[in-house]
């Protein structure tokens, strides 16, 4: 993580929210993105990490805040369940 915050420092906004309520978490982090994104300008969408331990709510804030501004909602953990469906020789090495 310390690669990523000085490669891209001035483009990373970090937020604390694990002693918050899950309305809580999604309504700063939807102020944030409408205070950083209102311009009608053409811009890339922002691309919004979520991190935390399982059982956090990282899939229901990201299902939140997809719905809300648009966003496309990415879940590595779906996509490699899908893919050892696929492939079911890949659980072995995934595992």
């Known amino acids: ?18 002693e918050k309520e899950q309305n809580e978490v999604a309504n700063d982090l939807a102020r ?7 311009s009608d300008a053409p ?4 691309r919004v ?4 331990p399982p059982g956090s709510g990282r899939s229901t804030q ?8 648009g966003l496309v909602h990415v879940c590595t953990r779906s996509l490699i369940k899908e893919e050892i469906v ?10």
């Not at 944030?32 to 209102?38: A, D, V």
């Not at 811009?43 to 922002?46: C, E, L, S, T, W």
């Not at 696929?86 to 595992?95: D, G, H, T």
């Open 1 to 18: 993580m310390r690669g990523v915050n000085s490669t891209f420092k001035g483009f990373i906004y970090e937020y604390q929210g694990d």
């Open 32 to 38: 944030m993105l409408r205070i950083r994104y209102k």
């Open 43 to 46: 811009r890339r969408p922002p």
């Open 49 to 52: 990490i979520l991190l935390g």
């Open 62 to 69: 990201a299902k939140i805040l997809s719905s809300r501004f």
């Open 86 to 95: 696929r492939k079911p020789e890949l659980a072995q090495v995934i595992a």
